[in-house]
């Protein structure tokens, strides 16, 4: 079993830039792949990035280039550094994780936090 809590939303001007953390509780934080998804008002849960348990990352279209996953494994903790922020990037994020073999890690996740806050005013 994995808890996982975000932090480090906020309000941020469009060009700007902001880190989420997800802290992770329980054993075996290093085996799990880690992924950030996010969820606009009126709109579906989408796939943002994620970082394999070897540490592998992969990003949607729509946010390469602009933000990074990364994890830090004696901290029990993955992190989602975002530059150059457009409104549009406006949503609450969500912190996932999943175990197994690293197959569609865009879907799949077994464990998902409660989700931070971000604005981006334009």
């Known amino acids: 079993q994995v808890q996982l809590v975000e932090s480090g939303g906020g309000l941020v001007q469009a060009g700007g830039s902001l880190r989420l953390s997800c802290a992770a509780s329980?054993?075996?934080?290093?085996?799990?792949?880690m992924a950030w998804f996010r969820q606009a008002p009126g709109r579906e849960r989408e796939f943002v990035a994620a970082m394999t348990s070897g540490g592998n990352t992969y990003y949607a279209d729509s946010v390469k280039g602009r933000f990074t996953i990364s994890r830090d494994n004696a901290k029990n903790t993955v992190y989602l550094k975002m530059n150059s922020l457009k409104p549009e990037d406006t949503a609450v994020y969500y912190c996932?994780?999943?175990?197994?073999?690293?197959?569609?890690?865009?879907?799949?996740?077994?464990?998902w936090g409660q989700g931070t806050q971000v604005t981006v005013s334009s």
């Open positions: 996932a994780a999943k175990g197994g073999i690293a197959l569609d890690l865009s879907r799949g996740y077994d464990y």
């Open positions: 329980g054993r075996a934080f290093s085996t799990y792949h």
